[in-house]
């Protein structure tokens, strides 16, 4: 692992899994999501990991429109780092998850190294009430899809918008197979390092939410990649912050925000993604580490900059 002095905040405001219904603090329409990542990067986060929904119903939205509706406004409000869901969600092609990110060129996108049951289905039982007619059928029917990335989609990421616009990746790993995909790719010279390795736990169908599973795949990833990665975890649901903690100890980073949980404690919503960056960043200065800056993270990562972006 490259290790680094500082702790590499990334912040997910909104995603595709929770919907409106969950809790009244998700952002979903475009002012929210800028308004909830300024203040996250205000709190600390040095990477902004976002989404697109849409205005109407809340539903996620792969258009570049619906990313234009914020993406100016957060560069304008601040210097924090974009990176831009390539993951989408499990209902939408390959080229809709990738309209985005070709219309924003950002410096940062995700990358899910392999296809996965993604099952959230269970997040259906703790609401009482649907606001919107495609929240049920979409959480519940979330038990019978794949989300869905095969070599040849991973491929055509890599070349379609890493090679063409220099973007660079979030490598997330749901397993420990995916660091093997990874290393394959690393091998064919399709991606050049360091690498950014975002271990993702407590997904229904991916690995679980296990201290030890962090340390394997921490152990693992050092085998092939030794220090040409640069790493960083999280847990959904209520491992986020125990999850996140662990992986600074290790020397890593690490990401929070209502795309990965709703909640700040036992039983109790989360007001802002802000307000986990605010807790994080506690723990890691407890620690002794301190929280990097956007421009070291741009430095760890070697990042194109904010200028050579398009929007």
């Not at 996140?244 to 802002?272: P, W």
């Amino acid at each position: 692992m490259r290790k680094h002095s500082k702790v590499v905040i990334t912040c997910a405001p909104t995603g595709s899994i929770h919907t409106p219904s969950m809790s009244p603090h998700l952002p979903v329409t475009a002012d929210r999501i800028a308004e909830a990542a300024i203040e996250a990067a205000e709190a600390g986060a040095a990477i902004l990991h976002l989404h697109a929904r849409n205005e109407a119903d809340g539903s996620p939205s792969p258009r570049a429109e619906d990313f234009m509706r914020f993406l100016p406004r957060i560069k304008q409000a601040t210097d924090a780092v974009i990176n831009i869901s390539t993951g989408g969600s499990a209902t939408m092609s390959l080229d809709d998850r990738l309209e985005g990110a070709k219309a924003a060129q950002p410096e940062v996108c995700s990358l899910n190294m392999g296809p996965l049951i993604f099952d959230f289905s269970g997040a259906a039982k703790r609401v009482e009430q649907w606001r919107h007619a495609w929240e049920q059928p979409y959480v519940e029917g979330s038990r019978g899809r794949i989300m869905y990335n095969d070599n040849a989609y991973i491929e055509r990421i890599m070349l379609e918008v890493g090679r063409a616009f220099g973007t660079r990746f979030e490598f997330e790993c749901y397993d420990i197979g995916h660091l093997y995909t990874l290393a394959h790719f690393a091998d064919r010279g399709l991606i050049d390092p360091p690498f950014l390795i975002q271990g993702v736990f407590g997904i229904l169908g991916g690995i679980g939410a296990d201290p030890r599973n962090l340390a394997h795949m921490v152990t693992i990833a050092d085998g092939l990649f030794g220090e040409d990665y640069v790493f960083s975890a999280f847990a959904a649901g209520r491992h986020q912050l125990a999850f996140c903690t662990q992986s600074a100890l290790l020397g890593g980073n690490c990401r929070v925000g209502l795309e990965d949980s709703l909640f700040i404690g036992k039983g109790e919503l989360a007001t802002s993604s802000a307000e986990q960056v605010a807790k994080i960043r506690t723990v890691i200065e407890a620690l002794g580490r301190e929280v990097a800056t956007p421009a070291e993270a741009r430095d760890l990562l070697k990042l194109k900059g904010g200028d050579a972006v398009r929007f």
